[in-house]
């Protein structure tokens, strides 16, 4: 069964750094691209990063060059980003997602970034 | 990197079909047959549905199909259902290894 697990979620200060983690089993890491994804409150669906299988095509959203890094460790089967100078309109549900046709066609559960003082 | 436009909500009574707009731009939606529709319940994930603007994935009923003319792609879903309600959300490949987002619809089942 397919399962892609997050974890690293936390509440935290402006200004500060979190790393997020995605543990994935169920079909083949490294035969996929995968990517990060938000949804703040109560509100939208918006891309954050992804990176292909060997990790040589990677991109941001705007809204977070610079200051978000994501990277992939396929012998570990996990997904990362590296979150730094966190704003409170990061605050979101962080989704992985695994990719498949330039779609998102597996996510998991999410995991909750609070950005406050 | 803009969003994608859709209406905020639609509704339909069940049997009914109803169409989601996802209006973009000839960097994104115009140029390539590259996007996909989400289904989201409260407190669930999403859930692709559409993928290379019509394609369905296994599972995906066939009562959900997808179509593109110039910048703007369409989610009909027909004989809808109870279990349809939900937000619906129409992503595109935006070159360069980026993707946007539509600001989501509500769909509504009378």
């Known amino acids: 069964e397919m399962q892609l697990v997050e974890s690293g979620g936390a509440l935290v200060q402006p200004g500060r750094s979190l790393r997020l983690s995605c543990a994935a089993s169920?079909?083949?890491?490294?035969?996929?691209?995968m990517h990060w994804l938000r949804q703040a409150p109560g509100k939208g669906l918006e891309w954050v990063s992804g990176i292909n299988w060997n990790s040589a095509s990677i991109n941001y959203a705007d809204s977070v060059k610079g200051r978000f890094t994501i990277s992939r460790d396929n012998a570990k089967n996990s997904l990362y980003l590296q979150m730094n100078s966190l704003r409170v309109e990061d605050m979101a549900l962080y989704y992985c997602?695994?990719?498949?046709?330039?779609?998102?066609?597996?996510w998991g559960r999410g995991t909750m970034v609070t950005v406050s003082s | 990197q803009s969003a994608l436009a859709q209406p905020r909500s639609v509704s339909g009574s069940p049997g009914q079909s109803v169409t989601i707009s996802c209006a973009g731009t000839s960097s994104d939606v115009g140029t390539h047959n590259y996007v996909s529709w989400y289904q989201q319940h409260p407190g669930q994930a999403p859930k692709l549905m559409i993928y290379?603007?019509?394609e369905r994935p296994s599972g995906v009923p066939d009562r959900f199909s997808g179509s593109k003319s110039g910048n703007t792609a369409s989610l009909t879903i027909s004989g809808l259902q109870a279990e349809d309600e939900a937000d619906y959300y129409c992503c595109s490949y935006a070159g360069s290894y980026t993707w946007v987002f539509g600001g989501g619809t509500k769909l509504t089942v009378l």
């Open positions: 169920g079909f083949t890491f490294d035969d996929y691209a």
């Open positions: 290379d603007v019509n």
């Open positions: 997602a695994k990719a498949s046709r330039d779609a998102f066609d597996f």
